[in-house]
């Protein structure tokens, strides 16, 4: 298995980002908009109850899409170059100081516990800090986690639209100094599948044998 230790990080003075997964991050949308709670759940496609905090949902909401990114060696990529693999797929950054790190080992760890079967799936790393996430950047980030993880970046609207199609929050967080800004956003990694149809969502309490116990049985 794949080590838990994390790069190092340059942790942007203000503050550290803080991890906003699903019911978390539907009331606080709700409360921005004016709402209720229910009106979160249905916005997750949450039922009432316990059984949505269960980190792995499956595929009913309408998540994920079409998208045109630049991958972390400068090549210009949609979503149809991925058809035909499982996708584990992240939305963080580069800067991040410990969330992103924890949830990218991880999948990582998850893919390992796999073996063989493991290969059938790509990680994916999706900057929402496209401002400060290069191609450079981004690969350098990506192989310290996983030899087989993309690293994908954009400019702020290509970025801005694929968060949309994931339904991703997030929210640059200022620092002391302009450049060490923070930001928040919601933590989840999706499952995507061959036929680049969602599937499910693991939340950051799922552990790597959780990630690959429900991995194990579609592969």
């Not at 230790?5 to 921005?32: D, E, H, I, Y």
């Not at 760890?109 to 400060?132: F, Q």
């Not at 290069?134 to 993880?149: A, G, I, L, S």
Request: hydrophobic share 35%; net charge neutral; aromatic share 10%.
């Amino acid at each position: 298995m794949r080590n838990n230790r994390t790069p190092q990080q340059r942790k942007p003075a203000g503050g550290s980002g803080r991890r906003l997964n699903g019911p978390l991050l539907a009331l606080l949308v709700v409360v921005v908009v004016g709402g209720g709670f229910l009106a979160a759940r249905s916005f997750w496609g949450m039922p009432p109850g316990p059984a949505a905090d269960t980190g792995a949902r499956e595929g009913e909401l309408s998540i994920g899409g079409p998208f045109t990114l630049v991958d972390q060696d400068g090549k210009t990529v949609t979503d149809a170059d991925f058809r035909g693999h499982w996708l584990l797929v992240y939305f963080g950054f580069t800067f991040c100081p410990d969330i992103c790190p924890t949830e990218l080992t991880r999948n990582s760890n998850a893919l390992d516990l796999l073996g063989e079967k493991g290969e059938k799936i790509t990680p994916v790393l999706i900057s929402i800090d496209p401002e400060r996430d290069t191609p450079e950047k981004m690969k350098d980030y990506v192989h310290f986690f996983h030899p087989r993880m993309v690293g994908l970046t954009g400019t702020p609207q290509q970025i801005a639209a694929v968060a949309k199609e994931y339904r991703v929050f997030y929210m640059k967080a200022p620092g002391d100094q302009p450049d060490t800004y923070v930001v928040d956003h919601s933590s989840l990694t999706y499952l995507i599948g061959p036929d680049g149809r969602f599937v499910q969502f693991f939340s950051g309490e799922a552990s790597p044998q959780d990630v690959a116990d429900k991995l194990k049985p579609l592969l």
